[in-house]
């Protein structure tokens, strides 16, 4: 084992001083869980309300840091927003929807984002449009599929 002597005293080892600066430069690394840097990218969410017309959708979307509050969408409308994924790729984002259709209240809830399912399918625009029968997800080509039936 490699050692510093100074004045005869043994110092701190070598392979001390390689652990320290490794363990600090991981620590330094996973500690930035908003994903800020040059290895992640800004994410956008984007939700339409494709009910029917005259039916106003509102809904409500948080993660476990951010809650993004209450939101009423006109048919046909949207509403985004960015994010980072954390360096874990377990960044959730979940909503809850309700509107009136056929004159019933309906309350329907959904992960509209996570990362290990969607990063997939839609890398950093992943656009989600909320109908009476579920949530559809869109391919590059922006062709729409039932991604989620209500249940």
């Known amino acids: 084992m490699a050692?510093?002597?100074i004045?005869?005293?043994n110092r701190i080892p070598v392979f001390a001083k390689f652990f320290f600066v490794v363990v600090t430069i991981l620590f330094a690394f996973?500690?930035?869980t908003d994903g800020y840097g040059?290895?992640?990218?800004?994410t956008q969410v984007v939700v339409s309300n494709g009910l029917s017309p005259n039916t106003t959708l509102t809904f409500h979307c948080k993660s476990a840091d951010d809650d993004l509050g209450e939101h009423k969408l006109p048919f046909e409308y949207i509403w985004s927003w960015w994010f980072y994924n954390n360096f874990w790729d377990?960044?959730?984002y979940w909503c809850n929807f309700w509107w009136e259709e056929n004159g019933k209240h309906r309350q329907e809830g959904y992960q509209i984002?996570?990362?290990r399912r969607d990063y997939k399918r839609c890398g950093y625009y992943c656009r989600s449009s909320i109908r009476s029968d579920g949530v559809y997800g869109f391919t590059p080509k922006m062709k729409p599929?039932?991604?989620y039936k209500w249940p």
């Open 145 to 147: 599929y039932l991604k």
């Open 30 to 32: 996973l500690s930035v």
């Open 90 to 92: 377990t960044t959730l």
């Open 3 to 5: 050692c510093f002597f």
């Open 38 to 42: 040059w290895w992640n990218l800004r």
């Open 7 to 9: 004045n005869g005293y």
């Open 113 to 115: 984002y996570k990362t």
